[in-house]
């Protein structure tokens, strides 16, 4: 098969991180795939040839231009199915390039583009503008076989929307390296000591700092007493909302909080031990059509507060794994939050339940439930 993405390494982010796992996975099972990627990039990955496309930088994205190095991708690997990751420019034009060789397509719906543009357009402005761009997400994705949703709010969204031929896939998520262990790993604990050295109840954030995670919220949090905001990723916002969480902490009035802490971008083990040194999982955004970190921030034996809309609401099990807060109510988020600020036992039996959730969610087994969709597209294109 090939994958056409939109978002290769180096760049970090959801898309990336599926299309590496399940390209890992491919790998394993014993299947050959070709990707075709944004450059620069690896020329392999995991085995796999990688045709790199010429990029420009678009908000901190590396994005690829949909030249005619796809149709020539294609023609050269000549792939039993073409699965195309979000797609947009790269994938619209490995939608077209694809039924011009009549090869069976599997689209992988990802990134909540409409709302998104509706987020960063004022008024009528923005709701014009969303409304287009479901117009062109609609026609690009009446071009695949199959459309594959994460979540089934997702999935309803995609259906009131007219998409035709959609399905559910989820994602995995690397048990083997997000899971509870790490808490007790000794440069775990030094990581812990220095970023709560008076015993703060670390409040900890992962994903891309930028204006559609709606990080603004986090505000809110800053005051809570005895509390460290730690926020790994990197973005457009970072400079911005560094300053404006602490100045919330500065403004507090009697013994402020120490000032948050930005970590960076992390991966790998130095991610599992970020992920290990918090006490509370919080994300913020209400357009996620999934939410990865959610996941990971589960299998790492941590409660987890998220919006009650899109993703999350297939993600987190509200009183049982953590609680989903009313994005319209304000100070709901603190209102969980601080439940479970103020009870370490709350904390402990909900984290305890996270790794259980995902347990049967390994990138195996959702690369395999995957190869049944390619399957079943090859199929629908025969018949």
């Given at each position: ?58 908000r901190g994205f590396r994005a690829g231009l949909p030249t005619r190095g796809v149709r020539r991708a294609l023609r050269d690997f000549r792939p039993d199915v073409v699965h195309v990751a ?298």
């Amino acid at each position: 098969m090939a994958i056409a993405t939109e978002s290769f390494l180096p760049s970090l982010n959801g898309v990336t991180t599926s299309v590496c796992r399940v390209a890992e996975s491919l790998r394993e099972q014993g299947h050959k795939a070709m990707i075709i990627a944004p450059g620069p990039a690896p020329a392999t990955f995991a085995g796999h040839v990688v045709r790199t496309l010429p990029g420009v930088p678009v908000r901190g994205f590396r994005a690829g231009l949909p030249t005619r190095g796809v149709r020539r991708a294609l023609r050269d690997f000549r792939p039993d199915v073409v699965h195309v990751a979000s797609p947009f420019l790269v994938g619209a034009r490995g939608l077209h390039n694809a039924k011009s060789f009549d090869i069976p397509t599997v689209a992988i719906y990802q990134t909540d583009m409409p709302n998104y543009v509706q987020q960063h357009g004022p008024g009528a402005l923005g709701r014009g503008a969303s409304s287009l761009t479901w117009e062109w997400v609609r026609r690009l994705h009446s071009r695949a076989d199959l459309t594959l949703a994460p979540s089934r709010p997702t999935l309803e969204e995609l259906r009131a929307h007219r998409i035709p031929r959609t399905g559910l896939w989820g994602r995995g998520v690397d048990t083997r390296l997000f899971n509870p262990t790490w808490k007790e790993d000794p440069d775990t604990r030094a990581l812990k000591q220095a970023l709560a050295p008076n015993g703060e109840t670390i409040l900890g954030y992962v994903g891309r700092l930028a204006p559609e995670k709606e990080l603004h919220r986090l505000a809110e949090l800053a005051q809570l007493p005895g509390t460290r905001l730690v926020l790994v990723g990197e973005g457009p916002s970072r400079n911005e909302l560094g300053a404006r969480l602490a100045e919330v902490v500065a403004r507090t009035s009697g013994r402020p909080n120490l000032p948050p802490a930005f970590l960076g971008p992390r991966t790998g083990a130095d991610l599992a031990r970020a992920y290990a040194t918090f006490d509370v999982f919080v994300h913020t955004g209400t357009k996620e059509t999934f939410g990865q970190t959610l996941q990971e921030g589960a299998a790492s034996g941590l409660p987890v507060v998220a919006p009650a809309v899109g993703g999350p609401l297939d993600l987190v099990a509200h009183g049982e794994t953590g609680y989903l807060f009313d994005p319209e109510v304000r100070g709901d988020i603190t209102r969980w939050v601080a439940e479970l600020v103020d009870s370490p036992s709350l904390r402990e039996s909900m984290g305890a339940a996270g790794p259980s959730m995902v347990a049967d969610r390994s990138w195996d087994s959702l690369t395999t439930q995957l190869v049944g969709h390619y399957e079943h597209a090859i199929g629908a294109r025969a018949a």
